[in-house]
């Protein structure tokens, strides 16, 4: 996206080099690196970042309105309602595609957003090592409002430990040395103390909980939430399976402080998308709204509501297709959407010339008592398949997961 940049780091980008990179990653974390990391890193101009943030601001006004939490009630199964919910979230993740406009300029593009955190350890850490092995630009940061490196770290630590000693605070997942984003959890420990807990792990007297360390029973009073209802039933049917015992079930009323609740997974999700006018924004629609189907189909994309990392996405379909699919809603609660396409832009040019697109994740964290979430930091990934994912990416490279460096 800035031509003297890309050409600089192409041209000092060796294969030597990135291997050397990812073997540093897996000897500080071994075994716990389970994705692709990206050969480079993304730099996004001027330009580009003020769309970028005029976009969000578009989002999260329409979050901020009086009725969201009216208008997305639905959104929440019954089954999976979580007591206690407090006023917002506390993180804030906006996905958005890179385009181009109908005047040629490079535009943001929103795919899905989740009130539900990221990868917030693991991008302070990354963007350390694109630096350290290929390219430190001066006035480009990964960072907003003025954050650094170390100061990054203090802001997650307010809003991740509240005030609470850092034993009563815990990251909740199932199975979490199981799962592939648990390079992430292991950095989150080191650097806010928190300790992945599995759900098969709490343990619950009344209305508190506990978790056992170094054979000491410790209260847990705020859960770091990384566990999506969805993974959990789509791997343990019913709540929970046969070979799933747990003490817990979430949906129990227990006197922790959620961090984010878990009824924001569905409140800010795919489901939103429908509630948004602006033209970051494409057209998108409840499936199970729907009298008549658009008559240029072949423009629109099927996502499943709740699914994650892209599960059950469908590029192609037709009238028929849709109307085979038998669970449209249930109880008023719409399962599907259909999105207008974007065309990403393959802005990234890698060693070889071959072109690259883009998706930049904007990350938020939202303190208690505030009235605006804070963008404080990015997620990229890259892709030369028909879609971002790793199934669309097998046996490519300079694809994966990256961080952009924004200009100042």
Request: one cysteine or more; aromatic letters at 12%; hydrophobic letters at 35%.
């Amino acid at each position: 996206m800035i031509p003297s940049i890309r050409q600089q780091f192409n041209e000092n980008f060796t294969p030597e080099k990135y291997d050397a990179m990812i073997n540093e990653i897996h000897k500080d974390f071994p075994n716990q690196l389970d994705f692709r990391v990206a050969e480079t890193p993304v730099f996004v101009p001027k330009e580009l970042k003020i769309k970028l943030l005029q976009a969000c601001n578009d989002i999260i006004d329409v979050l901020l309105k009086p009725d969201f939490k009216e208008k997305t009630n639905r959104a929440i199964p019954e089954n999976q309602n979580v007591p206690n919910e407090d006023a917002h979230p506390s993180f804030l993740a906006i996905d958005f595609a890179i385009c181009k406009d109908e005047n040629g300029e490079l535009s943001p593009q929103l795919i899905e957003l989740q009130g539900f955190p990221s990868l917030f350890g693991y991008q302070w850490y990354l963007g350390q090592k694109y630096r350290k092995f290929f390219i430190d630009p001066k006035n480009f940061s990964q960072y907003f409002n003025r954050l650094s490196m170390s100061s990054y770290v203090d802001e997650m630590k307010k809003v991740l430990l509240g005030g609470e000693a850092v034993e009563n605070v815990i990251l909740l997942e199932i199975y979490p040395e199981q799962q592939k984003t648990r390079l992430d959890f292991e950095i989150t420990r080191q650097l806010w103390g928190i300790e992945p807990v599995c759900l098969t792990k709490i343990i619950k007297v009344g209305r508190q909980l506990f978790y056992e360390k170094e054979g000491k029973t410790i209260e847990i009073k705020r859960i770091y939430n990384r566990l999506i209802f969805d993974d959990l039933l789509r791997n343990f049917p019913a709540g929970g399976g046969p070979h799933l015992k747990t003490n817990f079930k979430m949906t129990d009323d227990v006197d922790v402080k959620w961090v984010t609740h878990p009824n924001w997974f569905f409140r800010i999700s795919k489901f939103t998308l429908p509630l948004f006018k602006s033209a970051f924004v494409p057209q998108s629609f409840f499936l199970s709204d729907l009298k008549e189907y658009p008559d240029d189909l072949e423009n629109y994309v099927l996502k499943p509501l709740f699914s994650f990392a892209g599960s059950g996405v469908k590029l192609n379909f037709t009238k028929d297709d849709l109307d085979a699919i038998s669970d449209k809603e249930t109880g008023g609660v719409p399962h599907y959407l259909i999105q207008k396409k974007v065309k990403y832009e393959p802005i990234i040019e890698d060693k070889d010339g071959n072109s690259i697109k883009t998706e930049i994740r904007l990350l938020f964290t939202w303190e208690d008592n505030t009235t605006r979430p804070k963008l404080i930091t990015n997620l990229a990934r890259l892709s030369r398949g028909e879609m971002i994912g790793v199934n669309f990416n097998k046996n490519f490279d300079w694809v994966g997961g990256s961080c952009a460096f924004f200009e100042d």
